[in-house]
């Protein structure tokens, strides 16, 4: 049988290749893609900073709201669906790329279930809307846990 | 243990206890009732807990095979049945829906008017404390609401002025008044377990029928059939613990739900061509509506509108009518800056005309337990949700509509009817309209199980008003 020589052009092409490979699972790893607790909690603070970065916000409230929510007993169900969503998290993150898929309505309806959560979780709707002051996580909005505390209900 | 009773009532969901209700005061005072409940007491704590545990608690409970799991037929067991989990929503039935054969030629008209049950419509919203519009009714009502109307949020001003004969404040059993067992309804959005046991159910309002003390009421008691002699009901048999029983009774009265109904009676060998066929129930379609400049969620209660816009009319002759819930629950916001709260969910639920495909029947494989087999809702009812397209952008124009979304198809609406019809013929009916069975005379059969036709509303009140009404000729 006959040996091949590799040329000088496909050795360098082959290297290049291999190194960006190599490159791309370590910061894969290191990123914590891999982990699907952390990706999801990426996707989700996505949310935040695509969504409601007018907003006054603290980052350590947000990820306690986050923590609360993948945690919570009532959203296991939600959580299969946003552990899929969360493999797109690089294109969801940086990017309006998936706008024109046909995940765009999934990703809308999470968007708007992450945002429900968090504004009525917080000091948001009870301090009248207003942008300009600082947005408070009080705790995870369940109606069980909590109740009579939803902030739009009027009684006359 | 004396096995001897005057009546026997199996159940203690609504139309159990409104039999009660309306009984107790009649019987005299040594009177003996006996009342098998196949589920266990549980407090409403316990109840929540569970919810809050098991977010998809509300599922079918008892066991009955269904062919078709994916039409879900909602059963609670346990003490007060249903009423544990509906959203407590009360309309009465519309006058026509009681003659839909005479008026618009379809389906079959019920032996009974509309006149006739008023004053048992009034006598259960009493019961229930039901919450209604001051201003106005759909129906003909002979008495006010005993509870003023929730509040309106902001869309529903926009209906209610441009349709004032047809929307109003959904008649609800959620308190817009405390009353001495229930606080007021603080619009959490999750009535089918009121974290604050604020709408009316059997535990909270009637539970006090069962310390009388000519009641006996027996927990994890499932009945197993009605024993008969000469044309006559003797009694039912029953499991205990494990063991077969047999208590006797001059009355047996039936107020499972319409799965359990009929199957009791095919058990009991009580057959009939049509006993246990035309299983139905009322067809939901959700709308999203998101709106441009109007705020929502200023409601009192979950659910805050009743439209009757699409209901009662010459369009019944060709296609099925609905009612319109329009829905308080901000449980999805939109999404973009500064318009959070300016979207709109309404529900459309038509009814639905019976089809013998849809049946129950004593399970094939296991005796001891109903089947269910579903075939599917009618053309009649396609037909109406069909139409929607076509009707709501003209319906809907006084609200400032931006965007409209027909949604799927519910799978269920927690109703479950049409399976041990009423009526005055023996041939096309199981039970005349009295709710006596028509060959078993000492034999009476209550609920939803009873409805020829399905009509748009929810059954809860005019099943509970058929109860009282049965009681009142007894």
Known sequence: MMKRKLSRRAFIISSTVGIFAVATGIITVKSGYLNTHDRMTKTIFAVFEKRLSYLKWDKAQVMSFIKDFITHTRNKGYLKKVRSLSFFYPLYAHSNLLERTSLASKLHNFEERIITKFLLSTSFFREGADETKPVKYLSYYDPYKMPCKNPFAQWL | MDNTFDVIVVGTSFSGSFFLHGYLPKANKNARILVLEQGQMKSQRRQQLQQHNKPRLISSQVPFFNHTPEKPWIVVSGFGGGSRAWWACTPRMMPNDFKLK??????????????????????????????????????????????????????????????????????????????????????????????????????????????????????????????????????????????????????????????????????????????????????????????????????????????????????????????????????????????????????????????????????????????????????????????????????????????????????????????????????????????????????????????????PANPTLTLSALTLWAVDHL
């Open chain 2, 102 to 455: 005479s008026v618009y030629d379809v389906g079959v008209d019920w032996p009974l008017t509309y006149q006739e049950l008023e004053p048992y419509y009034t006598r259960s919203e009493i019961i229930m404390a039901v919450s209604g519009a001051d201003d106005g009714a759909p129906y003909p009502r002979s008495r006010p609401y005993p509870q003023p109307p929730h509040r309106f949020s902001d869309p529903d001003r926009l209906l209610t002025a441009a349709y004032p004969d047809q929307y109003f404040q959904q008649a609800t059993a959620r308190a817009r008044v405390s009353t001495a067992n229930r606080p007021l309804c603080c619009g959490t959005g999750v009535c089918n377990q009121c974290p604050i046991d604020s709408k009316f159910t059997i535990l909270n309002e009637m539970a006090h029928l069962y310390r009388d003390p000519r009641v006996t009421l027996l927990f994890e008691a499932e009945a197993l059939a009605v024993e008969t002699a000469a044309g006559q009901a003797t009694g039912v048999r029953y499991l205990k613990d494990g063991i077969e029983q047999n208590a006797k009774a001059n009355l047996v009265v039936l107020g499972a739900n319409a799965i359990f109904n009929p199957y009791l009676l095919q058990r009991s060998n009580l057959e009939h061509p049509l006993l246990g066929k035309g299983l139905n129930e009322q067809v939901g379609v959700y709308v999203n509506i998101d709106l441009d400049g109007v705020d929502n969620f200023q409601g009192s209660t979950s659910i805050t509108g009743h439209g009757y816009m699409l209901y009662d009319g010459v369009h019944r002759s060709k296609y099925a009518a609905c009612i319109i819930e329009v829905w308080n629950v901000p449980n999805r916001l939109r999404v973009e800056r500064g318009r959070w709260r300016q979207r709109c969910r309404m529900k459309f639920i038509f009814e639905d005309l019976p089809d013998k495909k849809n049946e129950v029947k004593v399970s094939t494989t296991l005796s001891h337990q109903p089947e269910v087999v579903y075939k599917g809702y009618s053309a009649y009812t396609q037909r109406g949700i069909d139409s929607l397209p076509n009707v709501l952008p003209k319906m809907l124009a006084p609200l400032p509509v931006e965007k409209l979304t027909i949604e799927g198809v519910t799978t269920t609406e927690g109703h479950i009817l049409g399976t041990t019809v009423m009526g005055d013929d023996p041939t096309t009916s199981i039970v005349d309209k009295y709710l006596i069975h028509h060959q078993v005379r000492n034999l009476m059969v209550l609920g939803s199980s009873v409805f020829p036709t399905s009509a």
